[in-house]
């Protein structure tokens, strides 16, 4: 009993270290502060992580965080794909309750709210709107996506729109745009000039569309998995 006494103590002891290191700023502050929650305005260039490799603790931005000019401003010039594989949460350097501007945001930053980028962003998760001038790279996003070259996702859930097209693993909702590609799983709506779904459960409509079952031009279903032959010894 006594040594269930003094765990809970030293535990007690240990939350109330950590919740003393952060520190809250009101109205403004720059995001490339350590262990901070910014309640109003949150200011910064680029991922604090940039300027500080070795600072990579979590800033906390409530209302409008603003990042000038972001290192999305060379979008264009990432490799053919930012996406490694789904969400990493327990490596976030920020995350924002609110809207989110930037010339482009790329790193460990999550957004439950709005995220908006004059050229491309690559984030953590998205919970809401996501829209970009070139691109929008989202591990993992819940909401609308809309860019005008494309969007890719990990996992996604909702509308993803874009003029050129959109390219996921997982995703479930409706995807508009020239071509449309979900690389393992897909639940409802493609609409394009080309979609493609490797497993599908919905529906397509274009020019060509091609799921696990069967390839169509102008409108395409699958509604079930496809029935492998067992071949008889």
Excluded: C
Excluded at 27 to 37: E, K, Q, R, V
Excluded at 77 to 94: H, N, Q, R, V
Excluded at 104 to 117: E, T
Excluded at 118 to 129: A, D, S, T
């Amino acid at each position: 009993m006594k040594n269930r006494i003094l765990i809970i103590i030293v535990l007690l002891i240990s939350i109330s270290v950590v919740g003393q290191n952060r520190k809250t700023y009101f109205p403004a502050w720059t995001f490339h502060s350590s262990n901070s929650d910014i309640i109003g305005l949150s200011l910064g260039v680029v991922p604090k992580d940039f300027l500080n490799e070795n600072n990579t603790t979590l800033t906390r931005s409530y209302g409008f965080r603003l990042e000038a000019p972001g290192l999305g401003v060379f979008y264009f010039m990432a490799p053919s794909t930012l996406i490694s594989g789904g969400a990493d949460m327990k490596s976030l350097t920020d995350h924002v309750y609110g809207i989110n501007i930037s010339g482009g945001s790329i790193g460990d930053i999550a957004v439950d709210g709005i995220s908006g980028a004059l050229m491309g962003q690559y984030l953590q998760r998205v919970n809401g709107i996501a829209f970009a001038g070139i691109g929008n790279s989202i591990e993992e996003q819940r909401g609308i996506s809309l860019s005008i070259y494309g969007n890719e996702m990990y996992e996604g859930f909702g509308i993803s729109a874009s003029v050129l097209g959109n390219q996921t693993y997982y995703y479930t909702g409706v995807q508009i745009g020239a071509i449309n590609d979900i690389e393992v799983k897909g639940v409802g709506l493609q609409i394009g000039l080309f979609n493609k779904s490797t497993d599908h459960r919905g529906i397509q409509i274009g020019l060509w569309n091609k799921n696990e079952k069967r390839s169509l031009p102008f409108v395409n279903w699958q509604f079930s998995k496809k029935k492998t032959k067992i071949k008889e010894s």
